[in-house]
C-alpha cells in the first residue's frame, strides 16, 4: 500500500482554484466531485463492489420493509 501512495501523482494545488470556480458557475453542480486523478483511478473497483453486495442482500433489504398498509 505504502508502494503505491508513493507511485501517486501530486496535483498543483493551484489548480484546484479555477477547477472550483467551475463547479460554482455550474447550472447544475455536483454534489460531490474528486479533486485530482486518484479517486477516479482508485475509487470505481470500491463502488462496483459495493453495489454488488447491495443486490446480492436485496431480498433481506425487501424483507426489511415490511408490509406496506
Known sequence: MAEGWRDMKIGDPTAAGPALLKIVDAGTPPLRV???TAGLELLPPVYAERLKTWQDWADVSALSQGNPA
Do not use: S, Y
Open 34 to 36: 474528486f479533486f485530482g
